[in-house]
T-cell receptor
Framework: DADVTQTPRNRITKTGKRIMLECSQTKGHDRMYWYRQDPGLGLRLIYYSFDVKDINKGEISDGYSVSRQAQAKFSLSLESAIPNQTALYFC??????????????FGPGTRLTVL | EDKVVQSPLSLVVHEGDTVTLNCSYEVTNFRSLLWYKQEKKAPTFLFMLTSSGIEKKSGRLSSILDKKELFSILNITATQTGDSAVYLCALSGGSNYKLTFGKGTLLTVNP
């Protein structure tokens, strides 16, 4: 079984709809992240969470919200989807390893299309 | 603000060629530089570099970091069609342990 899973894998929705993307991990990592990837723009951080009680905005959080329901679960919501939120969304996890950086491990991605 | 610039943005080679991918960066408080390979979907981890001049190797892939000149290179020798992918460079710096990604290099290896 995959260590980091995302559901759904593909989603088509209409402008104005509320959408939730879910991420679960079995790696036992404390840290979880949501990114979006757009052609030519690379991976950009939306939100990140260092533990269940810690949620932080990334560089492009407007229009998104998150919930860390448990150590293993981190969901991303689009309250009112708009077409420019069409993108590939990745969840990632990492384990803090002292004063060195943490390697992030990515889920398979969710392709979201907003019509 | 941390910055990562990768070059070239795309590259087409033939099987058996050797390629060098570049990553230059600006960072306030360097901790490490990471390389990922992204084929069809999720980026997969290749290397993490923290010290200058120490080469990391895995099969035909190798990478080295120059902290004085603020860059890293990823070398792939004897390329194969399976090496076709986007290669991402990411930087960890500052006090918040976030990664800043470059836009990637699209490598295409033709038979």
């Amino acid at each position: 079984d995959a260590d980091v899973t995302q559901t759904p894998r593909n989603r088509i929705t209409k402008t104005g709809k509320r959408i939730m993307l879910e991420c679960s991990q079995t790696k036992g990592h404390d840290r979880m992240y949501w990114y979006r990837q757009d052609p030519g723009l690379g991976l950009r951080l939306i939100y990140y969470s260092f533990d269940v009680k810690d949620i932080n905005k990334g560089e492009i959080s407007d229009g998104y919200s998150v919930s860390r329901q448990a150590q293993a679960k981190f969901s991303l919501s689009l309250e009112s989807a708009i077409p420019n939120q069409t993108a590939l969304y990745f969840c990632a996890t990492s384990d803090y390893t002292g004063d060195r950086t943490d390697t992030q491990y990515f889920g398979p991605g969710t392709r979201l299309t907003v019509l | 603000e941390d910055k990562v610039v990768q070059s070239p943005l795309s590259l087409v080679v033939h099987e058996g060629d050797t390629v060098t991918l570049n990553c230059s960066y600006e960072v306030t408080n360097f901790r490490s530089l990471l390389w990922y390979k992204q084929e069809k979907k999720a980026p997969t981890f290749l290397f993490m570099l923290t010290s200058s001049g120490i080469e990391k190797k895995s099969g035909r892939l190798s990478s080295i970091l120059d902290k004085k000149e603020l860059f890293s290179i990823l070398n792939i020798t004897a390329t194969q069609t399976g090496d076709s992918a986007v290669y991402l460079c990411a930087l960890s710096g500052g006090s918040n342990y976030k990664l800043t990604f470059g836009k990637g290099t699209l490598l295409t290896v033709n038979p």
